[in-house]
């Protein structure tokens, strides 16, 4: 089960932190990531870690976004800087298992219920 939190309203050039609380998997085997999906267009990977613990994030948001998991990994964050109106999309966090892509959504079964990130 995964529960998000932290979505809101800001301004350009904000930022914003994204919390993801996760439960009954063994954090071992599992991958995780998070995802967005703006009205209209695909769902796109925005920033992953893999089993190994090696995170990856998209092109448009490197150097702005970082993901981090605390140390029970249990929850997972997604630190947002230098916000952009192109930002602004629904936010979930997801989990799989020993992720081949961690940026692609077909390699996750578990989902959140979505957060939503507007910069205006």
């Known amino acids: 089960q995964l529960v998000e939190s932290g979505g809101k309203t800001v301004q350009t050039g904000g930022s914003l932190r994204l919390s993801c609380q996760a439960s009954g998997y063994h954090h071992s085997a599992y991958c995780l990531a998070w995802f967005r999906q703006a009205p209209g267009k695909a769902r796109e990977g925005v920033a992953g870690i893999g089993t190994n613990g090696v995170a990856a994030a998209a092109d448009s948001v490197k150097g702005r976004f970082t993901i981090s998991r605390d140390s029970a990994k249990t929850t997972l964050f997604l630190e947002m800087n230098s916000l952009k109106p192109d930002d602004t999309a629904m936010y979930y966090c997801?989990?799989?298992?020993?992720?081949?892509?961690?940026?692609?959504?077909?390699?996750?079964?578990?989902w959140s219920q979505g957060t939503q990130v507007t910069v205006s």
């Open positions: 997801a989990t799989g298992v020993y992720c081949a892509n961690v940026l692609s959504p077909s390699e996750y079964g578990t």
